[in-house]
């Protein structure tokens, strides 16, 4: 599923327009970006939550040539999987 059938779900389910719903999966995506830069996880009971992680410097491999490559540390977005959506898949 993308973000087009998001949107079309969130729609039929609700009976609104799709630009209704497509402002309602914006606001609800844009919600969980803005408590990720604050470095707040963001934790939707019975979902999951999503978390900034850091990542530490370190030597990988060019898989083609075997060479090494200095990776940087960074951030990333980690994802937990909750209890009710482990049990519904």
Same mark, same amino acid.
């Given at each position: 599923?993308?973000?087009?059938? *998001? @949107? &079309?779900? !969130?729609?039929? %389910?609700? /009976? &609104?327009?799709? *630009?209704?719903?497509?402002? =309602? @999966?914006?606001? !609800?995506?844009?919600?969980?970006?803005?408590? *990720?830069?604050?470095?707040? $996880?963001?934790? +939707? &009971?019975?979902?999951?939550?999503? %978390? @900034?992680?850091?990542?530490?410097?370190?030597?990988?491999?060019?898989?083609? &040539?075997?060479?090494?490559? $200095? +990776?940087? $540390?960074?951030?990333? !977005? /980690?994802?937990?999987? /909750?209890? /009710? =959506?482990? %049990?519904? @898949?």
């Amino acid at each position: 599923m993308n973000k087009s059938h *998001l @949107v &079309t779900y !969130v729609a039929d %389910e609700l /009976g &609104t327009s799709k *630009l209704q719903a497509g402002r =309602l @999966v914006d606001t !609800v995506l844009n919600g969980i970006k803005e408590g *990720l830069r604050s470095d707040q $996880a963001v934790t +939707i &009971t019975g979902f999951g939550t999503f %978390e @900034v992680k850091e990542r530490k410097a370190r030597v990988g491999r060019n898989p083609h &040539t075997g060479a090494p490559i $200095a +990776i940087e $540390a960074g951030r990333r !977005v /980690g994802f937990r999987v /909750g209890k /009710g =959506l482990k %049990e519904s @898949v």
